[in-house]
């Protein structure tokens, strides 16, 4: 096996542990809104939207770092980080309406 196709394969598995990384995280946002939904408690519901809130600073750390490897090149981001940015205030919205007494 010559350089070339070394790289290529450590290229490859990197990208797949990125996607694994983006896709676990991405799907903690979502579960972890639905518990704290269900959640009596505004404290519980509270830690569970932090948590969520969190997973998506996750999946924005991952793609920046992807990008940065340009593995994202030709991919138009700005829509993803206009929704990221757009459910991340609603997540402060609803963990500060958890704060309120």
């Given at each position: 096996?010559?350089?070339?196709?070394?790289?290529?394969?450590?290229?490859?598995?990197?990208?797949?542990?990125?996607?694994?990384?983006?896709?676990?995280?991405?799907?903690?946002?979502?579960?972890?809104?639905?518990?704290?939904?269900?959640?009596?408690?505004?404290?519980?519901?509270?830690?569970?939207?932090?948590?969520?809130?969190?997973?998506?600073?996750?999946?924005?750390?991952?793609?920046?770092?992807?990008?940065?490897?340009?593995y994202l090149n030709n991919i138009d981001m700005k829509?993803?980080?206009?929704?990221?940015?757009?459910t991340f205030k609603l997540l402060t919205g609803l963990?500060?309406?958890?704060?309120?007494?």
């Amino acid at each position: 096996m010559n350089r070339h196709n070394i790289r290529c394969k450590c290229k490859t598995i990197i990208l797949q542990i990125f996607l694994h990384l983006i896709s676990r995280a991405a799907l903690s946002i979502h579960l972890n809104i639905a518990e704290g939904a269900s959640k009596k408690s505004k404290v519980e519901r509270r830690r569970y939207y932090e948590i969520s809130r969190g997973s998506i600073v996750e999946v924005d750390a991952a793609l920046d770092i992807a990008s940065d490897l340009n593995y994202l090149n030709n991919i138009d981001m700005k829509d993803l980080a206009e929704k990221m940015v757009s459910t991340f205030k609603l997540l402060t919205g609803l963990i500060l309406s958890c704060s309120k007494h």
